[in-house]
């Protein structure tokens, strides 16, 4: 039983490609997130939705879009990739935002892309 | 300066070793204080939080937080080769949909 699955593992592209990773979580989470893992291991949040309303939107190019289309489902879209866009790639997910309580999350396995 | 900082590492200590890995913070606001572990090429799990400052323990896992000097610290007792991975901390926002920031995690390697 995989609770938070993420597609592709890998992704090796060449500069000015497009691309997208997919996510889901079958936990019955309301909120999930898209974090980006640097060569040094630096885990840095981009986005996280609440039942398909975005909530939180780190500063990251614009050329990365994330979309809801049901509260299962978080993707994001990279367009015109730049080597330094690759890291991995993970999805997390959690139950609620509500105010209190511990942020427990639980991530994916990630998305290893590599820009050429 | 970093929100969150932790010395990458990597430390490597042998089997039945004491560990201890430790993280500084510089952002009052934060209001739970977490370990996460990665295995190598897979997702962070949560292994423990806590939410005031002293101690928390759970089996060879202890937890401490000293929001006086904004320090957390989680110590392993009798370290176990299956215990070399990744541990990141985190610590929690209580607004803004309650961000999790991460330190850069530290390597810990327990030979046999």
């Known amino acids: 039983d995989t609770a938070v699955s993420q597609t592709p593992k890998y992704l090796v592209t060449q500069m000015g490609n497009d691309k997208s990773i997919k996510c889901e979580q079958n936990?019955?989470?309301?909120?999930m997130y898209w974090y980006k893992q640097d060569s040094k291991k630096f885990l840095k949040i981009m986005f996280s939705?609440?039942?398909?309303?975005?909530?939180i939107n780190e500063t990251v190019p614009n050329r990365f879009s994330p979309k809801s289309p049901d509260k299962a489902h978080l993707n994001l879209h990279i367009n015109s990739l730049e080597l330094g866009d690759s890291a991995v790639y993970f999805c997390?997910?959690?139950?609620?935002?509500?105010?209190?309580?511990?942020?427990?999350?639980?991530f994916g396995p990630g998305t290893r892309l590599t820009v050429l | 300066q970093k929100e969150v900082e932790q010395d990458p590492g990597p430390l490597s200590v042998p089997e039945g070793a004491i560990v201890s890995l430790n993280c500084t913070y510089s952002?009052?606001?934060?209001?739970?204080f977490m370990w996460y572990r990665q295995y190598s090429r897979k997702g962070p799990e949560l292994l423990m939080y806590?939410?005031?400052?002293g101690n928390k323990e759970d089996g060879r896992f202890t937890a401490q937080v000293d929001k006086s000097s904004k320090y957390i610290s989680l110590f392993i007792r009798d370290s176990q080769p299956s215990d070399s991975a990744t541990y990141l901390c985190?610590?929690?926002?209580?607004?803004?949909?309650?961000?999790?920031?991460f330190g850069a995690g530290t390597i810990l390697r327990v030979k046999s």
């Open positions: 997390a997910s959690r139950q609620g935002i509500g105010a209190g309580g511990v942020n427990e999350q639980f």
């Open positions: 985190a610590m929690q926002l209580p607004a803004g949909g309650n961000k999790l920031v």
């Open positions: 939705y609440n039942n398909k309303e975005l909530i």
């Open positions: 806590t939410y005031s400052s």
């Open positions: 936990l019955g989470h309301d909120t």
């Open positions: 952002n009052s606001a934060f209001q739970y």
